[in-house]
């Protein structure tokens, strides 16, 4: 279909976004049954189905343009949607005309099965999985990179294969090169799915081309959906794999689905797939009984036996099975027609009496209990067990009949009850019968029979209990309440578990991010630390390199000044008689000059020898010195301390001279001694400063003798110095 466009600047700017939608910038389609409006991202509806979808566009894009909350992009927008809806997506029914509408997840794998793709029992991993391969990576900064799973799920999506999600595959060494594209759990997932593995078998890059290739250097893509192969290899994929789904043939599928749903099997396309199972049972009962030319006798058998199947087989089957389905019509009857305060045994059992009997071999014998179950069975009873009652080995003509414990059996038992009834064969029948007939009689065990005296009152009082269905429905209440409280308090309990793993997710996260940037900074350090190394390396190798080319250029100069050597020695090997008695006289002179040489240095050795001992006696003497010095401050103390007590002795003297006047005797007797101890003190301090002088005198002296030694010394050693030169200016010149 193309569509005509006029030219103006809405229309213009409508027709981009028409193919913008074409090409997949914006994803409408979420699933076959689920899709959202690319312009209304703040909507709170965002999953529609197709029809209202295109409902929501087309009103969008036809308001007035007096509302203020739409503007005129808004409409262009949804103008161009509702022209992709109508045109790209709209697939039309397999009856012909009708309304465009998206095709039904039954359609998918009615069309999966049809086309012969795959059979019922072909094993798939589950949920839907595609692997690709040969993924281009790059090596950078130590370990392997490559494209994200958003790029690719992009471009897939381009490609119309509608990926929910892909994940590359890390190992340790980085990006492996393949990934993992996750489809949706439904139908249209594995249609998605083998789209998704036909398009790149069909370019010769499906899983049997990778397998069959053995040049693997090229950058294509290779893909396929995941199968037990893949399921079971010991490769990343294979791990990958095993902790994120497991295998499944189709046909668990299908019956997973057709558990969960009530459809109409001789209606594949109707409008309403998947009924209600009071809908389906209006819809069976009702194209059976119609009267309609529309509908030919074969249709209306097939919906009359799927009615009577709903009514009677399915909820039998349902009832074994794990899944609980709605109570069925009979059901409801049953129990809305019942007394609920009378009085029933429980569970739900029913009385057979009037089985016929025979004498053999001195003992009464009649049908088995299995016999009359399948009877019972065939007249859609449903019975469980049937137990045949004995009396000392001898059968007894009754039974009692077991049923479900649930309603489906207390239905069956109530059945069971009105069809003998019916047929005048219920209890009241039997106890007013007179003439005791071959005929069956059968009812549901009341409590009167419970408490009878016979045997079937012993059986039913020794494996049931008289019960009203008022009571079993309280029960079944009481049960459901415990349950239902049980269940919350698990789903409270799981629901703080799971906030305490979400907490514990998000510190695993932030350490987990944490130790990556830590790592990542070693390996940058690490890296600089090998780059510098290299360099180095490669600085000390041309280092290396120089030195040895320098060491060759000079072992080349060297080997050319040996041969040039050797050459003039070869020249001068004629010369080798006058030059050896040149050499004899060099000899006989350098003994004589050694001769003078030796005795220069024993000259030399005896100088050192005075020099060490003047060296010695300068030590000692300076030793001396330093003592004399030392008591030279001690005898200037000592004067010092004495002038000091002459000085106090003269202001004494003074002192008693100016109180002499007084005529007082005691002070002139001190007075007189105060001079003759300041006498006796004056000559000691005159000592004092003449051994002062001799010793300075004396010091003086030897410091003298000590500078006449060092000048000798010197002397000593220049003459020294001066004859060893000298002869070795003439061994040299020589």
């Not at 009071?278 to 009962?285: I, N, T, Y």
């Not at 000559?683 to 003798?705: G, K």
Request: with cysteine; aromatic share 10%.
């Amino acid at each position: 279909m193309e569509i005509i466009w006029e030219h103006s600047p809405e229309n213009d700017y409508e027709k981009k976004m028409y193919e913008e939608l074409k090409n997949g910038k914006y994803q409408v389609k979420i699933s076959n049954k689920s899709y959202a409006c690319p312009y209304c991202p703040e909507k709170r509806t965002r999953d529609f189905r197709y029809e209202d979808l295109l409902q929501h566009a087309t009103a969008i894009g036809s308001c007035s343009s007096q509302n203020a909350k739409r503007t005129e992009r808004d409409k262009a927008n949804h103008v161009a949607l509702t022209k992709y809806l109508q045109t790209d997506i709209a697939v039309l029914p397999a009856g012909g005309g009708g309304s465009s509408k998206p095709p039904s997840a039954k359609s998918h794998a009615a069309a999966v099965l049809e086309q012969g793709l795959h059979g019922r029992d072909e094993v798939f991993v589950w949920p839907w999985t595609g692997i690709m391969v040969n993924i281009p990576t790059d090596l950078k900064n130590g370990h392997y990179v490559g494209k994200g799973g958003i790029k690719i799920r992009n471009q897939l999506a381009k490609r119309k294969f509608n990926p929910i999600r892909v994940r590359p595959l890390w190992s340790y060494q980085g990006h492996s090169g393949t990934a993992i594209v996750e489809f949706h759990k439904d139908w249209s997932g594995l249609t998605d799915a083998m789209s998704f593995e036909k398009a790149y078998d069909s370019t010769n890059h499906g899983k049997r081309n990778w397998l069959a290739k053995t040049d693997k250097s090229s950058d294509d893509v290779y893909a396929w959906i995941a199968r037990v192969d893949d399921y079971k290899s010991n490769s990343i994929i294979g791990e990958d794999l095993r902790k994120i789904g497991y295998l499944r043939p189709i046909s668990d599928i299908l019956e997973e689905e057709a558990r969960k749903t009530n459809i109409c099997p001789y209606c594949p396309w109707r409008r309403t797939i998947n009924f209600q199972y009071k809908d389906l049972l209006q819809h069976a009962s009702a194209i059976a009984t119609c009267s309609s030319k529309k509908r030919t006798a074969k249709d209306k058998a097939n919906h009359l036996s799927l009615a009577k199947y709903l009514q009677i087989d399915f909820a039998v089957a349902c009832a074994g099975s794990s899944a609980k389905p709605p109570p069925s019509s009979v059901v409801v009857e049953a129990v809305t027609d019942y007394d609920p305060n009378e009085m029933l045994v429980w569970p739900w059992s029913g009385v057979v009496v009037n089985i016929p009997v025979e004498l053999r071999d001195g003992r009464y014998v009649g049908e088995s209990g299995s016999k009359l179950r399948d009877q019972l069975s065939r007249r859609g009873f449903n019975p469980i067990r049937v137990r045949t009652l004995w009396i000392d080995k001898w059968h007894s003509g009754t039974a009692i009949v077991e049923f479900r414990k649930d309603w489906s059996g207390f239905a069956d038992a109530m059945f069971f009850d009105k069809d003998y009834e019916t047929n005048n064969c219920g209890k009241t029948n039997w106890l007013a019968k007179t003439d005791k007939s071959s005929d069956l009689y059968a009812w549901i065990a009341r409590v009167d029979d419970y408490n009878a005296n016979d045997v079937i009152g012993e059986t039913l009082r020794r494996f049931g209990d008289p019960r009203t269905v008022w009571d079993i429905m309280e029960e079944e209440a009481r049960k459901t309440n415990k349950l239902v409280i049980s269940l919350t308090n698990i789903f409270e309990t799981k629901k703080r578990f799971l906030l305490e793993m979400e907490s514990k997710v998000k510190e695993t996260e932030s350490s987990l991010s944490q130790l990556i940037v830590e790592r990542d900074n070693i390996r940058r350090v690490y890296n600089e630390e090998i780059r510098k190394i290299q360099s180095s390396a490669w600085d000390h190798y041309k280092k290396i390199f120089k030195d040895h080319e320098k060491l060759k250029v000079e072992l080349e100069t060297q080997k050319r000044d040996l041969e040039r050597r050797g050459q003039e020695l070869m020249k001068r090997e004629t010369h080798n008689k006058i030059e050896r008695e040149r050499l004899a006289e060099e000899l006989e002179q350098n003994a004589v000059k050694n001769c003078s040489l030796q005795a220069a240095a024993k000259e030399q050795r005896r100088a050192d020898e005075n020099v060490m001992k003047l060296a010695e006696e300068h030590k000692k003497q300076k030793e001396k010195l330093h003592k004399r010095i030392i008591q030279l401050e001690k005898q200037l103390d000592a004067k010092q301390a004495l002038q000091l007590e002459i000085e106090q002795l003269r202001g004494k003297l003074n002192v008693m001279m100016h109180m002499g006047h007084e005529g007082d005797l005691r002070v002139l007797n001190k007075v007189e001694l105060l001079i003759k101890a300041l006498r006796e003190k004056e000559e000691e301090l005159q000592d004092l400063e003449a051994l002062n002088q001799y010793l300075i005198l004396q010091e003086r002296n030897r410091n003298n003798d000590l500078q006449d030694a060092r000048k000798e010394l010197v002397n000593v050693r220049f003459l020294i110095f001066f004859f060893f030169f000298f002869f070795f200016f003439l061994y040299m010149e020589n």
